[in-house]
């Protein structure tokens, strides 16, 4: 479509594979320009799941997002609710990574933008990242313990129901809930 002696929009036809491929011009339809300006044709992205599905509102936690259609060609963000954005790795043409930005408590809709335009049009839509309240540790008894290992530690604090695992120093180990406010 015309717009002005410097502009035109041209709708961009179907595809038969992923590729770059120039854009050229023509006033008479047979003579185009030289220019190279790049198109580049993707593959349509699909989101079948996330993981994890939900972490605290402090952000930080790495959601992974298996489908398809990713590729290293494209710089790939996520968006966390309406607004929020956080670069993506892509890991392979089946999963990229992103890191959850802190937010409110709540859910959000998770969309996949590449180079800035939304690209997770097919099977995100139902893809949603919870944000619960960060676990928090007032206290711990005891204090110290054996080397060796196997000594049970009361944990005390806030926000645990959403707190399975303990970490001492780098060794993470499974924790046995007993309330919001005691593991």
Do not use: K, M
């Not at 961009?12 to 198109?39: C, K, L, Q, R």
């Not at 309240?133 to 196997?150: H, I, K, L, M, W």
């Amino acid at each position: 479509t015309f717009v002005s002696p410097s502009e035109v929009h041209c709708r961009a036809p179907i595809a038969t594979a992923a590729a770059a491929v120039t854009v050229e011009v023509s006033n008479d339809g047979v003579t185009f320009s030289d220019d190279g300006a790049v198109f580049a044709f993707r593959e349509p992205v699909f989101v079948a799941s996330i993981s994890p599905e939900a972490g605290p509102e402090t952000g930080g936690t790495v959601v992974v997002l298996h489908g398809s259609g990713f590729s290293r060609a494209f710089a790939y963000a996520c968006e966390f609710g309406a607004g929020l954005r956080a670069p993506a790795t892509v890991y392979s043409a089946r999963s990229i990574a992103c890191i959850a930005p802190a937010r409110p408590i709540g859910a959000v809709a998770i969309s996949v933008l590449a180079d800035g335009e939304r690209v997770s049009a097919r099977g995100v839509a139902d893809r949603t990242f919870a944000y619960f309240a960060a676990p928090r540790v007032d206290s711990v008894e005891p204090t110290a313990g054996p080397a060796a290992g196997g000594a049970l530690v009361l944990v005390r604090g806030r926000n645990l129901q959403s707190a399975p695992w303990c970490r001492f120093g780098t060794a993470v180990v499974a924790a046995e809930h007993s309330s919001d406010s005691l593991v």
